[in-house]
């Protein structure tokens, strides 16, 4: 099946991840807000991307089958995510004159344009496989951190996102339909999709450690 031979190609760039610093912080309580801000923000950012994405990937595909799932992907995303979002932004006052203000981090500019990309370049399918890792790879991550928790209640709230049943519910009709879309001609091109993905993931928590910026 596609998704476990991704998932096995995949292993060490997702435990990089789920190992990240920023994870581990997050995890211990030591993650500095400032640092949670600065991921929210760009996050924001990225969720657009990820909608839109979903969006166009619909509008492009002939399999209604495919494009209503895409479509139910965007609304569970705004139901869940979105939703949740809203309650940090107003605890860590993130005004939208802020989220308006923020210019896109140079490794969030690069993997919403991998997402993007995958469309023009591997079509829905590659859409499909790309978008993968950002729902598997919170799930997994959701897991593993609900284990102990979180002693800070923000950092907490943010887990259980990921943990509740109608995110794991979206996930699983996510990875049902990469593998209908996976077939032997497009497989390489979904793998690479979906390995890309991974990376960007990873690179994602540095980059809000880091607070990335496009200054040399
Ligand atoms: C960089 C980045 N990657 C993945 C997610 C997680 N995520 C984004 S949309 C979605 C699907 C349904 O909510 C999930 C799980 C994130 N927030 N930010």
Redesign the pocket.
């Known amino acids: 099946m596609f998704t476990d031979d991704a998932h096995t190609a995949t292993l060490a760039s997702w435990n990089a991840s789920k190992h990240h610093p920023f994870i581990q912080a997050l995890q211990a309580g030591t993650l500095p807000l400032s640092t949670f801000r600065y991921y929210l923000i ?2 924001h950012y ?2 657009q991307a ?2 839109k994405v979903h969006e166009l990937a619909a509008q492009q595909t002939t399999d209604a089958a495919a494009a209503a799932q895409l479509r139910a ?1 965007a609304q ?2 705004e139901d ?3 939703a949740n979002r809203q309650t940090f932004y107003r605890e860590l006052d993130i005004t939208p004159a802020e989220i308006a203000a923020t210019p896109v981090a140079p490794t ?1 500019y690069a ?1 919403t344009s991998h997402l993007y990309r995958m469309l023009v370049t591997a079509g829905t399918p590659g859409a499909i496989a790309g ?1 993968l ?7 997994e991550i959701g897991a593993e951190l609900a284990r102990t928790g979180s002693p800070v209640p923000i950092y907490q709230t943010w887990i259980d ?2 943990t509740a049943n109608d ?1 794991t519910d ?2 699983t009709a ?1 990875l049902a339909l990469t593998n209908r879309v996976a077939t032997p001609e497009n497989t390489s091109a979904l793998l690479a999709a979906f390995q890309k993905s991974s990376w ?2 990873c690179h ?1 928590w540095q980059m809000a450690l880091d607070h990335e910026t496009w200054q040399l």
Do not use: K, R
């Open positions: 760009q996050d990225y969720l990820f909608a992907g569970s995303l869940g995510e979105v969030n993997y978008l890792p950002c729902y598997w790879l919170y799930a996102t990921y995110y979206a996930m996510q960007y993931e994602f």
